[in-house]
């Protein structure tokens, strides 16, 4: 099984949070946006699954992606006041708590992409060439 990247993760779903829910033309800069996203993100489930507790709503998937990341759940679980009890530890929770402690350098990430990519432009009008038919991935089902 090869390890889960969640910084890759995370990042590709911050993109694509930008891509269709962001007008750049709403922030005066990088920095603003990036604030905007930090708040909007925390607790939006195609991105974190912070608001309902689950990102896969699928406990084996969370532990396979777990899988070769114990350090990084600790370095996560220590940046928000440490483990939880056996009682209360779950997959799930342990998956969405290190996508939220990985979200602010993913957004960085995120907009660096977008940066190289040209696509950062700010107070500006976008190009309108977005296919139609593409069907929006950050708008997923509820558990």
């Known amino acids: 099984m090869e390890k889960y990247d969640y910084l890759e993760q ?6 694509d949070y930008i891509n269709w829910e962001i007008d ?3 922030y005066e800069d990088r920095e603003e946006l990036a604030e905007d996203l930090n ?3 925390f607790a939006n489930d195609s ?3 912070n ?4 990102y896969y709503c699928n406990a084996w998937k969370a532990e396979e992606a777990l899988s070769h990341n114990f350090d990084l759940m600790m370095e996560a679980y220590e940046e928000f006041g440490g483990m939880p009890s056996m009682d209360d530890f779950s997959a799930e929770a342990a998956y969405v708590t ?3 402690y990985l979200l602010p350098q993913a957004i960085e990430a995120a907009l660096d992409e977008l940066e190289d990519e040209g696509k950062l432009v700010f107070g500006e009008e976008e190009d309108e060439d977005e296919d139609e ?8 089902e509820d558990c």
């Open 10 to 15: 995370v990042t590709s779903d911050v993109k």
């Open 39 to 41: 708040d909007r993100l």
């Open 24 to 26: 750049l033309k709403d």
């Open 133 to 140: 038919d593409t069907e929006d991935p950050t708008n997923e």
């Open 98 to 100: 290190i996508r939220c």
């Open 51 to 54: 608001a309902s507790g689950s």
């Open 47 to 49: 991105v974190t699954g």
